[in-house]
Nanobody
Framework: QAQLVESGGGLVQPGGSLTLSCTAS????????IGWFRRAPGEERDVVAC????????YYADSVKGRFTISRDSAKNTVYLQMNSLKPDDTAVYYC???????????????WGQGTLVTVSS
């Protein structure tokens, strides 16, 4: 089974930026729709952004639209989540996942990474 590994989380001040990376062993991410999800303290996991295999379709939750960008680097077998203008409400554990695009937009995925913590605080 594919193993997804997230990195790039950390502590950032409000208004700052972070870029999260999702890499995989034993699977070509270009062959899969990829999603980024997050779970804030005390809340359920929610979808943040998704990208399909040919990169013609992307989805963003309303709360991050205009601030976050999902993208792929095929040469590095990596999917990124560029996060700008971060707010304290963006504090969460962020997960990347493999699934079917429309199903991930609904909040579900098949394969999950272990997550990386993003804390937005002054």
């Amino acid at each position: 089974q594919a193993q997804l590994v997230e990195s790039g989380g950390g502590l950032v001040q409000p208004g700052g930026s972070l870029t999260l990376s999702c890499t995989a062993s034993e699977v070509n991410l270009d062959l899969h729709d990829i999603g980024w999800f997050r779970r804030a303290p005390g809340e359920e996991r929610d979808v943040v952004a998704c990208i399909n295999t040919n990169q013609l379709s992307t989805y963003y939750a309303d709360s991050v639209k205009g601030r976050f960008t999902i993208s792929r680097d095929s040469a590095k077998n990596t999917v990124y989540l560029q996060m700008n203008s971060l707010k304290p409400d963006d504090t969460a554990v962020y997960y990347c996942a493999i699934g079917e695009f429309r199903v991930m937009v609904a909040g579900y995925a098949q394969v999950w990474g272990q997550g990386t913590l993003v804390t937005v605080s002054s």
